[in-house]
């Protein structure tokens, strides 16, 4: 994984947790809508989409064949006047959440991203093998890993226009 990628990580995953540590417990999971989700729920999301991604990684990488696909425009996840609906694997419970104890589900769930990561030799192999992402097809491995930031800001801009609508002040 290149430094830029593990850099964007490390800088989209700072300013999330900094966006939602002064929260509130009501902020945090309070919803303006039946139809949105909560503070802590994009937050969850966030969590269970990073678990996904290692599984279709690991998943990608035991493709026995060369899956070799064309590289995607991954930019397009900040796009969000692009609608995607979550899978359901990756869609948030509706109970509530600590801002803590969501801090530590963040935590964990990039340590366990990152060891998994670390325990793949060739990262070139990366870029050879494909798997199919719900939202953009097939896609190489490594700009799964890409991906991760760049959906993690799509919903940090969220995570501010629903700080508005619950008129967070700071």
């Avoid at 994984?1 to 995953?13: A, F, G, I, P, Y």
């Avoid at 937050?43 to 996904?52: D, F, I």
């Avoid at 599984?55 to 991954?74: C, F, M, P, S």
Wanted: hydrophobic residues 40%; aromatic residues 6%; proline residues 3%.
């Amino acid at each position: 994984m290149s430094n830029l990628v593990n850099d964007k990580l490390n800088e989209t995953r700072s300013n999330l947790v900094k966006e939602i540590t002064s929260l509130s417990y009501t902020q945090f999971n309070s919803r303006i809508g039946t139809d949105m989700w909560s503070i802590a729920q994009v937050c969850h999301h966030l969590v269970l989409v990073e678990q996904a991604t290692i599984k279709a990684i690991a998943w990608g990488l035991k493709q026995v064949d060369d899956t070799r696909t064309e590289r995607k425009n991954v930019h397009l996840m900040l796009d969000r006047t692009k609608k995607f609906q979550a899978p359901e694997i990756v869609e948030p419970g509706t109970e509530p959440f600590e801002v803590q104890s969501m801090v530590d589900l963040l935590n964990d769930s990039r340590e366990k991203l990152l060891g998994f990561l670390s325990t793949i030799e060739d990262k070139s192999i990366l870029a050879e093998k494909s798997f199919k992402h719900p939202a953009l097809g097939e896609l190489p491995l490594d700009q799964w890993i890409e991906q991760i930031y760049l959906h993690e800001q799509r919903h940090m801009e969220q995570i501010k226009e629903l700080k508005l609508l619950l008129d967070v002040r700071h």
